[in-house]
């Protein structure tokens, strides 16, 4: 699987209040894809099927063929938008847009400067497992099993998940890719947790339609004993790192960087 992954460098003149700012990108997201701030976009309008921020903001779709990332550094925030399959298409245009509209709109409440933008196509990265496995979840991360909420997942909840996030954006957008089929002695292999560092994010989001909506999510670290889990399972945590998993990935959520891990004991 590829996608387009384009990445946008934003300088503001002072830190923004927020820890995680993918909700803020968001908005600024659809303002600046937006043609005609004064209408409707809807599937009535002739030009809907080449249109980016009807394939952003109104998909019929539930399963969304793209998610954000939004990184604050000293001076601004570093965000990603990641385009999934066959709506890689979509990226040229996108980037135009954001070019013509630089400097046309607030982020977040402030003044802002595009410092860059860049794009390219990336693949799926692949890793072979060691005995011990770190994942870090970089943005707030929201996991769940029997509709509870998971606060420390164990590995095969988190092999679950990659695997799903992977086969919901294959099923719509890159059926050549369809489905990842896991062989299911893999879920079953033991992995104990090693060590673990989790906190819960809350995050109240303000739409343009002035509705809340709660998003809440684990930031931290949590390693796992991998020391009799088939390497190529490395290549199954890929997948979520590759496309962000559980809910809210559109708003920034999901982000997860898996790493070959030290042995603590």
């Known amino acids: 699987m590829k996608c387009s992954l384009v990445t946008i460098d934003i300088a503001l003149p002072k830190r923004l209040d927020l820890e995680f700012p993918g909700s803020v990108f968001r908005g600024w997201l659809g303002n600046t894809l937006k043609c005609d701030p004064g209408m409707n976009c809807s599937v009535e309008c002739s030009d809907h099927k ?67 933008i860049q794009a390219r196509i990336i693949e799926l990265p692949r890793m072979q ?30 092999m679950r998940s990659c695997v799903r996030s992977y086969n919901r954006i294959a099923k719509y957008y890159d059926e050549k890719n369809y489905p990842c089929r896991v062989p299911p002695e893999m879920f079953d292999s033991p992995a104990d947790i090693l060590d673990y560092t989790v906190r819960t994010v809350n995050i109240l989001h303000q739409n343009r339609y002035d509705h809340s909506i709660s998003l809440e999510g684990i930031v931290g670290s949590i390693s796992y004993d991998t020391s009799e889990v088939a390497p190529e399972a490395g290549n199954i ?3 979520g790192e590759f496309l962000q998993i559980g809910k809210h990935s559109t708003y920034g959520f999901g982000g997860m960087v898996v790493k070959q891990g030290m042995c603590t004991s």
């Open 237 to 239: 945590l890929k997948m």
């Open 50 to 116: 080449k249109c980016p921020y009807y394939m952003v903001f109104k998909e019929e779709i539930d399963v969304k063929p793209f998610s954000t990332l939004s990184i604050p550094y000293e001076g601004g925030i570093r965000n990603f938008i990641k385009i999934y399959g066959d709506r890689r298409k979509f990226a040229p245009r996108i980037l135009t847009m954001i070019h013509e509209h630089e400097n046309s709109r607030h982020f977040g409440g402030l003044p802002y400067m595009i410092e860059s």
């Open 129 to 158: 497992l060691k005995d011990t496995t770190e994942v870090v979840f970089t943005t707030p991360t929201h996991l769940t099993h029997e509709d509870h909420q998971e606060l420390l997942p164990d590995f095969a909840a988190l």
